[in-house]
């Protein structure tokens, strides 16, 4: 599960749903309670729609194994399991699974976001197998790689006055320089280009709050918790159908029971004015993002 919604409180509210989101907790008068239990159910939404897409939608580092083939350029070629792969962080490769020979990610080549082509014959690099003429290797060898995948999806960690040349991220993974992100604050979005000379920090778990550089100041001043977002925007509109329809009430015992279940009327249970229809609609907006194997 991820350990910040995809969406956050603040923007979920902004959207036009029309949804009382202050009675979460009933009796409880504390505003925070009631925001605490929407983000509940944004981090759960979240975790629906890594479910849907079989893997991690926000951006992680992910390490797979796997035995792949040295073509007789001497290209190590592999197809990623987790996308879409945002940067290469380290190639590992052997005839036994036990000596590798790891290689820096830097000089990868990453085909349409998922297919990995890392050259490795002719290289000047040190080698871990047995002494042999020609290309280091040839045919299947053990490969393990480290990437960094998915869609940068975190918040901001502090706030900032209007001009900023820097913003503080609660978890940088994924970020690149160059990179544009948007700051999904209501009344206050805008997106930002990652400055190209910033130098991502190298990968911790868990992640800790880094200042970001970015190209050019901000338009507007920010607060804390409020996302700063690679996602697509149908993908985030995805998981504000699900919350939305998890808080969609009949309004009569005549109506269509719900949840989106096999108990209600057929005639509506693909209506997108329900509960059951957002639902699945916001899985027919995942399902290009599906993981493929």
Known sequence: MPATPYVSAAAFRAHPTYLDTDGLRPGDPDPDAQ?????????????????????????????????AVVDRAGNLKFH?????????????????????????????????????IMPIGGMNTAWSGSLQFGLPLSGDVFVQSVTAAGFVATVLAADSAAGSSTLTV?????????????????????????????VPPAATAPPVPTPVDLAAPTAFAHEAAHDFSGMPAEMRNAIVQYVTATLMRPDSTAE??????????????????????????????????????
């Open 35 to 67: 925001t605490a239990a929407l983000v509940t159910l944004l981090t759960e939404a979240s975790s629906w729609a890594d479910g849907i897409c079989d893997q991690p939608l926000g951006a992680h580092i992910r390490t797979q194994r796997r035995r």
């Open 80 to 116: 990623a399991d987790h996308t879409p792969v945002i940067s290469v962080i380290s190639v590992g490769y052997g005839l036994t699974p036990v000596a590798l020979t790891t290689l820096d990610g830097a000089g990868a080549w990453v085909e349409d976001d998922a297919n990995i």
């Open 170 to 198: 609660l978890d940088p993974t994924g970020i690149i320089p160059g990179g544009e992100y948007r700051i999904w604050q209501p009344g206050a979005e805008e997106t930002v280009t990652v400055s190209p000379t910033w």
């Open 256 to 293: 269509d029971e719900f949840p989106n279940t096999g108990l209600g009327s057929d005639t509506r249970r693909n209506d997108p004015r329900n509960g059951s229809g957002l639902i699945a609609a916001a899985a027919r907006t995942l399902a290009s993002y599906g993981r493929v194997r």
